[in-house]
């Protein structure tokens, strides 16, 4: 049994899937006037293909992910909610490339990822900073690991830092910070080695509910200000709203894409704040929290 | 308040045991005397006082240097392969509970009675603990934090020395302290077996010869030695941490 969003959806998949393919046609003369020709196709920042993944139980083998699919353009904010325990973190590790998926294909750019990839940012629910680190040493942690430390990169750290009020805090030790500081330094660090691609995973979910309000609301400010492609992982329902330009609803596991919903607020410069305060938030709480409850 | 009392139990205790001693109570020819020990003190340190402090000395800090350093290696190693550190468990166990000093015929045997035999005991007694202990604290570093690494695409290399390494730098210095008191028990020890110098051999020597004073004297300078030790190595870890930024 199919939804409307989800019939929309495969339709949507099915597009996507042959966008290389349009592309690479349209340098063919006889495709040239093809109907395709005035469509305007933008290029996925990520395309995530049939991506299923079952590990090993004391029972048997459980799947956790069934033939997921999606396509996240250049610049959006996906949120994924799910039930619980239905492979939303697992879905993250496999695009970051930490696990290997029994079977699919992660895209960046339209290259197929092996590994960790450079153009893949991955921020996780706590902030991790070394504590024996400066907070300046702790935001070049990527760029050393990656050998990526030059003097444009260094350069580049400063000026997030700088940008994002927290040059003044270069020396200080992670210990000497709030929250929702550290969790902002954690997000540069993140930055720094310039991905195109952010991936958070329950990125705020813990910090308190006051911090976690102010620091979405930051970090919404520094990834549309950078254009970063996000896909975050959250259970909190307002939370996924109130940052993304589309929802991807899960189902329990084995998890399928139920639905994935465009959100709109007819905003310009809608920050996470003033959506929470939109009327039309509510309607798409109340759909979202329908959809996942249908699945118990 | 405290450092008075904790100075008050140790006047109180010599003071009776110089006393009890004057009036007989106790026999000052088995337990000795305070005055006694800081005449046979004074009488020692015009004569080779600190040619035995130095060899005692040397020889501990030698086994601990070898044992750290080795122990850490080996740590090292049996963190990079979990194949070896499970080939290895049983015999780490048995090594870490077996009484080293047994092996100190054994020593003598292939090293030759010696200062060489000396360290070596040292450095066995030293070298198990320095392994199960920094390995433990290897293996309990926080995986959030290797995950970040990883999501970095941080090596195995770049995961020991950037995270597991410097997480691990107390856990170090732990066992610097126990190993500099560890390492002291083997020289002793092995200098009780075969010396001909050290402050193990003065206390050997005095009860050969019915010298409580120089055995007490000996016992007392040892304990002093023992805590400079510790101490230097409670400095250096606050001098690193500082530098550290713990």
């Known amino acids: 049994m199919m939804t409307r969003q ?50 090993q139980a004391e029972n048997g083998e459980i799947s956790a992910l069934d033939k997921i699919s999606f396509v996240v353009g250049k610049g959006e904010f996906v949120s994924i909610v799910g039930p619980s325990g239905c492979g939303k973190s697992t879905l993250l590790s ?91 330094v954690a997000l540069i660090r993140t930055l720094a080695i310039n ?18 309000l102010t620091v979405t609301d930051d970090v919404y400010r520094i990834l549309k200000k950078e254009n970063i492609t996000t896909v975050m992982v959250t259970h909190d329902i307002p939370e996924s709203i109130s940052m993304g330009d589309k929802i991807m609803v ?41 959809e996942l409850s249908a699945d118990e | 308040m405290i450092r008075f009392c904790q100075i008050a139990v140790l006047a109180i205790f010599i003071a009776q045991w110089e006393i009890t001693a004057r009036l007989g109570l106790i026999d000052s020819f088995i337990l000795s005397q305070p005055s006694r020990i800081w005449q046979t003190f004074l009488n020692m340190a015009q004569n080779d006082l600190f040619m035995h402090m130095g060899v005692t000395v040397y ?18 190693a049996l963190w990079w392969s979990s194949f070896a550190s499970k080939v290895s468990e049983p015999y780490l166990v048995v090594l870490n509970s077996l009484p080293k000093i047994a092996l100190g015929p054994v020593i003598i045997v292939i090293v030759g009675a010696g200062t060489q035999a000396i360290i070596f005991m040292a450095l066995a007694i030293s070298l198990i603990v320095t392994v199960l202990e920094m390995l433990n604290g290897f293996r309990h ?37 126990i190993n500099i ?40 300078i040892l304990s002093v030695v023992a805590a400079v030790m510790y101490e230097a190595v409670a400095l250096l870890e606050k001098l690193v941490l500082k530098w550290y930024g713990h």
């Not at chain 1, 006889?30 to 469509?39: G, P």
């Not at chain 1, 991905?195 to 976690?212: G, H, K, M, V």
């Not at chain 2, 020889?59 to 090292?76: K, R």
């Not at chain 2, 090596?155 to 732990?174: A, C, D």
């Open chain 1, 250 to 290: 899960l189902s329990a596991r084995p998890a399928r894409v139920k639905e994935i919903l465009a959100v709109d607020f007819e905003d310009e410069n809608r920050t996470p704040l003033t959506c929470r305060n939109s009327p039309k938030f509510r309607t798409y709480f109340d759909h979202i929290w329908k």
């Open chain 2, 141 to 177: 570093t926080d995986n959030e934090y290797i995950r970040m690494a990883a999501t970095f695409g941080a090596n195995k290399r770049q995961i020991f020395t950037k995270i597991v390494f410097p997480y691990n730098i107390s856990t170090l210095f732990n066992s610097l302290k």
């Open chain 2, 181 to 220: 008191g560890l390492s002291l028990v083997g020289v002793i020890a092995g200098e009780f077996l075969v010396s001909k110098a050290g402050l193990g051999y003065l206390i050997v020597y005095g009860g050969q010869v019915f010298k409580l004073d120089l055995v007490m004297a000996s016992v007392i």
């Open chain 1, 6 to 55: 989800q019939i929309y959806f495969h339709k949507s998949l099915y597009f996507t899937y042959f966008i290389p393919k349009a592309n690479y046609l349209r340098g063919i003369p006889s495709f040239e006037n093809n109907e395709r020709k005035d469509e305007v196709i933008p290029l996925d920042v990520l395309r995530v293909q049939n991506i299923e993944a079952t590990y």
């Open chain 2, 59 to 76: 020889e501990t800090l030698v086994g601990f240097l070898l044992g750290v350093v080795l122990g850490t290696l080996f740590a090292i």
């Open chain 1, 195 to 212: 991905p195109d691609i952010l991936l958070l995973d329950e990125a705020f979910s813990a910090l308190d509910y006051q911090t976690r």
């Open chain 1, 94 to 184: 496999i695009i970051a490339g930490l696990l290997k998926p029994t079977a699919g294909e992660v895209f960046v750019n339209g290259e197929k990822i092996v590994g960790t990839s450079p153009h893949i940012g991955y921020m996780l629910q706590r902030d991790n900073l070394l504590d024996w680190r400066t907070i300046y040493k702790n935001v070049l942690f990527g760029l050393e690991v990656r050998k990526m430390l030059s003097p444009e990169n260094q350069e580049r750290a400063v000026q997030l830092l700088k940008t994002y009020g927290l040059y003044e805090f270069r020396d200080k030790y992670p210990a000497q910070l709030s929250g929702g500081m550290r969790q902002r």
